[in-house]
C-alpha cells in the first residue's frame, strides 16, 4: 500500500467532504435546485474575494479567466501595462500580443517582487494605458506582489487593475474592493480546494466602463452575457455542474473556518516551511517577498533538482514540483495552500530532508522538522 501526499502548486488535494459533494448525481442546471445552489455559491464567492461586485463563473481553467479578462475589457491597438517576473505574469503578456494589444511590460528580476514606483512612472510616461496587469502570488517563483500599493496608485489613472489571483486567492490576503482591484481572477484547483475546472473573474465598475467600448472578438468568454445570466442565478451556458457544487461546500468550509483564520492558517504553515528551509541549510529562492501560498527553495549545489523531485515521489509518494522555464532544475516549489495543515508540513519537510541525505547531500535528519515544529506547535 502506497499513500500518496499532493503538495503541488495545483491542483492541491481536496477535501473528502468536497469529493463527496461531486459525487452526487447531477442536478440538471435549468432548475431552481440548481439556481438556489448557484445563488449561494456566488454569495459565498464574494465573501472570499472580498468584494460587493459580481464573481464570474466559467467552466475552464484559470488561464481561461486570464484571457476573457483580456477580451472584455480591451480592442487591438490598446496600449497596457504588464507585470511580469514569472511564468504567470508573462502569461498576461503573451495573452495580450496575442489580441494585438500594445504591452509595456515591466520585466521584473523572477524572484523579486515588482516596484510600485516603476507601474506609476509608466502610468504618468505613457499616457492612454488602459489597464495594468498583475499577479498576486507569482506560482513560478513563489513571489508575492504588493497587490495593495498597486491598487493605490492605479487608482489615480484611467487605467484598471485587474489582478491574477489564481494560486493567491484564499491563501493570500487580497482586498478586492478596499484595494481598489478591478478584476480579480482565480482558478479552482488551488487554495479553494477544488478540482481543475472553474475559472472567476470578478469586476468592478470602472472595468465595466471600459468593457463597454471593448472591440476584441469574443463569444464564450462574454462578461456581460455572464452578468445578465447571473441576474437569475444562472450562467449562459452549461455549468460544470458537480464542480458547482463541490464549490458551495467547499465555500462552506472556508466561511466556517472564517477567511482571516484561513489566511492565517496559510501564514503559518509558509513560516514553519521558511523557518525548515533555513535549518535545513537551505536558501530560498525568493525570501525578499515569499508568498504564503506557495515555497520556492533553491536546490542545493551538486544536487540533481530533477532527480530531486522524482526522488520524493518515487520513494516517499510526496509530490512536489520544480522549476518551470529557465529555473527547471534550479529550485523545488513545496505549496501549502487549500486543504493543507501542519502535518502536511511536517511529512513534506520529513520527506526532503530524507530524499536529501539519500541524494547525498549533508544534511543532520530533523533539523529541518524540528524547525517546523517550533513555529507549528
Ligand atoms: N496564474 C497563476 C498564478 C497560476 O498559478 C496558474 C496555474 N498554475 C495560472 C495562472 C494558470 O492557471 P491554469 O493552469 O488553471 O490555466
Known amino acids: 500500500m502506497r499513500k500518496n501526499y499532493l503538495l503541488t502548486p495545483g491542483p492541491t488535494s481536496v477535501p473528502s467532504d468536497v469529493l463527496l459533494e461531486l459525487a452526487k448525481p447531477i ?35 484559470g488561464t481561461g479567466a486570464m484571457e476573457a479578462s483580456v477580451v472584455n475589457l480591451l480592442s487591438p491597438g490598446d496600449k497596457v501595462l504588464t507585470i511580469k517576473g514569472g511564468k504567470f505574469g508573462e502569461r498576461w503578456d503573451e495573452i495580450c500580443k496575442a489580441y494585438n494589444i500594445e504591452t509595456f511590460p515591466i520585466d521584473v528580476e523572477w524572484g523579486k517582487p515588482v516596484n510600485p514606483d516603476d507601474v506609476r512612472n509608466i502610468l504618468e510616461k505613457e499616457k492612454g494605458i488602459k489597464a495594468v496587469f498583475a499577479t498576486l502570488t507569482e506560482t513560478s517563483t513563489a513571489v508575492v506582489h504588493d497587490i495593495k500599493t498597486l491598487g493605490s496608485i492605479v487608482k489615480e489613472f484611467p487605467a484598471v487593475l485587474v489582478v491574477d489571483a489564481v494560486s493567491g486567492l484564499g491563501a493570500v490576503d487580497i482586498q478586492t474592493d478596499n484595494w481598489n482591484v478591478d478584476v480579480v481572477v482565480a482558478g479552482s484547483q ?70 482571516e ?14 523557518a525548515a528551509v533555513g535549518a ?63 502535518f502536511d508540513i511536517i511529512i513534506v519537510i520529513s520527506a526532503l530532508e ?24
Open 280 to 342: 535545513m541549510g537551505l536558501e530560498l529562492f525568493a525570501p525578499q517577498s515569499p508568498s504564503d501560498a506557495v515555497t520556492a527553495i533553491k536546490v542545493p549545489e551538486g544536487i540533481d533538482g530533477v532527480g530531486l523531485v522524482k526522488t520524493l515521489k518515487k520513494k516517499y509518494d510526496v509530490m512536489i514540483t520544480g522549476g518551470q522555464a529557465q529555473l527547471k532544475g534550479k529550485i523545488i516549489r513545496i505549496a501549502h495552500m487549500g486543504y493543507s495543515d501542519t
Open 261 to 274: 483564520n484561513v489566511l492565517a492558517r496559510h501564514s503559518k504553515l509558509a513560516k514553519a516551511t521558511r
Open 354 to 377: 530524507m530524499a536529501l541525505v539519500s541524494l547525498g547531500y549533508n544534511l543532520e535528519l530533523g533539523n529541518g522538522i524540528k524547525a517546523a515544529e517550533e513555529v507549528l506547535k
Open 27 to 61: 442536478v440538471h442546471h435549468r432548475t431552481p435546485q440548481f439556481a438556489e445552489i448557484f445563488h449561494s455559491v456566488s454569495e459565498g464567492l464574494k465573501y472570499v474575494f472580498q468584494t460587493k461586485n459580481d464573481v464570474l463563473v466559467f467552466a475552464s481553467s
Open 190 to 259: 488551488k487554495a479553494l480546494m477544488l478540482p481543475p475546472g472553474l475559472a472567476f473573474a470578478s469586476v468592478s465598475n470602472k472595468a465595466w466602463d471600459l468593457a463597454e467600448n471593448s472591440k476584441c472578438p469574443k463569444y464564450y468568454w462574454n462578461f456581460a452575457k455572464a452578468r445578465k445570466s447571473l441576474k437569475t442565478d444562472q450562467t449562459p451556458y452549461t455549468p460544470a455542474v458537480s464542480l458547482v457544487v463541490g464549490l458551495s461546500k467547499s465555500l462552506e468550509m472556508i466561511k466556517e473556518e472564517g477567511l
